[in-house]
């Protein structure tokens, strides 16, 4: 039985096959602004998107995620806490039950309906998967969703779910630029982590954004439409954030941007 996000496969099962997951820089984390040290050293981070790199969009049966093309620099990542050029690979979501839970960080114990992970990986390797198991192998920028007004950047990816409702499905989704998915204010706090869902590797430069995006309570309805089960299973509705027990809320030294 593979990984999820149930009592019998999810977050406090996933340390039987993945012992890292009582390591020492696990996310996600509890981010408690008052205990950040802001740090002058780093600098504002340097995005550049091409909507040409955008491919696809699919349902891998623990999220929805849309790949990029990743044989070029065009869709990148540089500057802030990160040194040298690291590539956009994918982005996907976290999210909840209900409105009130889904994101994975959470910040000073607050949680947001749901949190966008920008995946990108360090081009002194050769690939995203010999970069991914590499201590600065990976920087993922995450964007938090606060309920808000209809987002009409997100509504274009909610309008590919119908066609990818179960676990498997992809189709291609182009021209697709994610930088509209971004916060128009780019401060941050960041810290070195994990992957937050397995093989749970400790290989990521995180770099959390303060300022939310919105999105509709209809708008986050329709991320729980979508399935963990594939086509003729069960319908098993998605809900995707790995969130420890409260005690388990780590909160760890973080480094602020601003
Ligand atoms: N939630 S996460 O840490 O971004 N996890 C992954 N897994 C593969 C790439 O990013
Ligand atoms: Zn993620």
């Known amino acids: ?151 009409p950047n997100l509504q274009k990816l909610l309008d590919a779910f119908d066609t990818i409702k179960s676990k498997g499905k992809q189709t291609s989704f182009a021209n697709f630029d994610p930088s509209t998915l971004l916060p128009g204010c780019l401060d941050y706090w960041t810290y070195d982590g994990s992957l937050t869902t397995p093989p749970l590797y400790e290989s990521v430069t995180w770099i959390v954004c303060k300022e939310p995006i919105t999105a509709s309570s209809g708008q986050m309805a329709k991320f729980r439409t979508l399935l963990f089960s594939a086509d003729g299973a069960a319908p098993d509705c998605m809900k995707t954030a790995r969130v420890k027990n409260e005690d388990e809320l780590l909160s760890k030294w973080c480094s602020s941007s601003s």
């Not at 065009?74 to 979501?93: A, N, V």
């Not at 114990?109 to 749901?114: E, I």
């Open 1 to 151: 039985m593979s990984w999820g996000y149930k009592p019998n496969n999810g977050p406090q099962k996933w340390v039987e096959n993945f012992p890292i997951a009582d390591g020492v820089r696990q996310s996600p984390i509890d981010i408690v602004p008052g205990q950040a040290s802001y740090d002058a050293g780093l600098k504002p981070l340097d995005l550049k998107y091409d909507p040409s790199t955008c491919l696809d969009i699919l349902n891998n049966g623990h999220s929805v995620q849309v790949t990029f093309a990743d044989d070029t620099d065009s869709s990148r990542l540089t500057d802030g806490p990160i040194s040298g050029l690291y590539r956009l690979k994918q982005f996907h979501f976290h999210w909840g039950a209900s409105d009130d839970k889904g994101s994975e960080h959470t910040v000073a114990g607050t949680k947001y309906p749901a949190e966008l992970h920008l995946v990108h990986w360090n081009t002194k390797y050769a690939s995203f998967s010999e970069a991914a198991s590499k201590p600065d192998g990976l920087a993922v920028v995450g964007v938090f969703l606060k309920i808000g007004g209809e987002n």
